[in-house]
T-cell receptor
């Protein structure tokens, strides 16, 4: 079946530092890829997405590029803020031609803490 | 903004009680899901539905049950709660595409979660 692997956390950074959270996946067919963010005490919010190879998703200064050749969807931000402190989940949704069509598979989550 | 709502947000109940977690969405989505978040924050699919009168078990075995009598409503029920059921439960939905919220039908939207504590 499909699987998603995120870099292990927690990740602790100073404000304005560069952020990378690695995400790799295993899937058949043509999956869509997502990053979700969970702020303390809240549910999941969609951060960005990419639906086909070489697509770049971006939102709130975060970016991730769908790399089919390396099966990766790494999340990056050039300058993090304290308000970015949250848990970040990489996710894959099974696409046409593959197993688990339409179902969302999550990575294990990465805790990000940003200090002033 | 996605319109998917969960109630209650927070609940503390005693062992053996019956509890229903409500989930409603106003986007006309045909697909709905329940996820359970474990203490390590991992998310596990416990139930899903592809439409009215369609329900399936997810990847993680759960003692809860679900029903889908109406498109917009996907409640989750625990007949007899136990401390091991203490968790956060997240409801989600996605559409077939073509709607104003998600033309491609690819995105899954989440509610804010229900934090259940069984004592």
């Amino acid at each position: 079946g499909n699987s998603v692997t995120q870099m292990e956390g927690p990740v602790t950074l100073s404000e304005e530092a560069f952020l990378t959270i690695n995400c790799t996946y295993t899937a058949t067919g043509y999956p869509s890829l997502f990053w979700y963010v969970q702020y303390p005490g809240e549910g999941l919010q969609l951060l960005l997405k990419a639906t086909k190879a070489d697509d770049k998703g971006s939102n709130k200064g975060f970016e991730a590029t769908y790399r089919k050749e390396t099966t990766s969807f790494h999340l990056e931000k050039g300058s993090v803020q304290v308000s970015d402190s949250a848990v970040y989940f990489c996710a894959l949704r099974g696409g046409a031609g593959g197993t688990s069509y339409g179902k969302l598979t999550f990575g294990q989550g990465t805790i990000l803490t940003v200090h002033p | 903004e996605a319109d998917i709502y969960q109630t209650p947000r927070y609940l503390v109940i005693g062992t053996g009680k019956k509890i229903t977690l409500e989930c409603s969405q106003t986007m006309g989505h045909d697909k709905m899901y329940w996820y359970q978040q474990d203490p390590g924050m991992e998310l596990h699919l416990i139930h899903y539905s592809y439409g009215v009168n369609s329900t399936e078990k997810g990847d993680l075995s759960s003692e809860s049950t679900v029903s889908r009598i109406r498109t917009e409503h996907f409640p989750l029920t625990l007949e007899s709660a136990r401390p091991s059921h203490t968790s956060q439960y997240l409801c989600a939905s996605s559409g077939a595409g073509g709607g104003r919220f998600d033309p491609s039908g690819n995105t899954i939207y989440f509610g804010e979660g229900s934090w259940l504590t069984v004592v």
